[in-house]
């Protein structure tokens, strides 16, 4: 029989630093050949792998397991190599990794001061996973919310598209109220008229990834979007100057007298 693999791999304790592989369909010998960034690592953290079979219909079974020790690839050469599972059954199982320790870029200038705003352009989506099915096939209605994290009252909203899984808004929002150092969230999900909308993959942006004197600009990975599905989203961010006194700025919805 063969298996669906696909690896796990964390920080142990960290469980914000798990990243996942996709799922190989019908093999035993997967070749995944993805590469991630695992924040949050500090000297004498442990690192766990661990190689799941996908299943559709109930939870991913174990193939094996791995741990490597920060003393392992914690030096100028990092490690690159095969390590042995354990828990794999009566037959051998290897793991072949390569770990490079990244020394945090240094810190730049902040864009902010007290009373900025956020330029945020909302650019694509893609490899959406389907939410709706019907007799001309599966698709999404895609949208995509964009909040200061912990500010509903920043919450601004795309248009939905009907029916791509590769959606292009192009629409950019202005947010006021931005504090120094708070981080972005955005959620893609997919409209329902007869229902709640549905959560197709959400990701958030640190502050200082965007909080310096040229913004961001760049595709960001989408987590939550459903196993095997590699889904991403395109946006851009600069930080505005505080509004000059007596300047305003017109809403939607606004009324003139």
Known sequence: GKSAPFCICEIRGKP??????????K???PAWNEEHEVPEYERGDLLDFAVMDYDVGSSADLLGRATLEGRDFDHADGFEGEVELHDCG?????????IRVLLPPPEEPRASVPGSRLRVAVVRAGGLRAADWDIRGSSSDPFCKVQIKGKDASKRETAWIGRTL???WNEEFEIDDYATGEDLEFTVMDYDRASAADLLGRVSLAARHFDRAFGY???LKLRDCGAGTPSTLTVRVEVLPPLREGERVAEPGCVLR
Request: glycine share 4%; charged share 30%.
């Open 16 to 25: 914000k630093t798990k990243c996942t592989t996709r799922h190989i369909d």
């Open 217 to 219: 600009a760049g595709t």
């Open 90 to 98: 009566d037959k051998p199982a290897t793991l072949k990794v390569r």
């Open 27 to 29: 093999t035993l010998a």
């Open 166 to 168: 590769e959606p292009v």
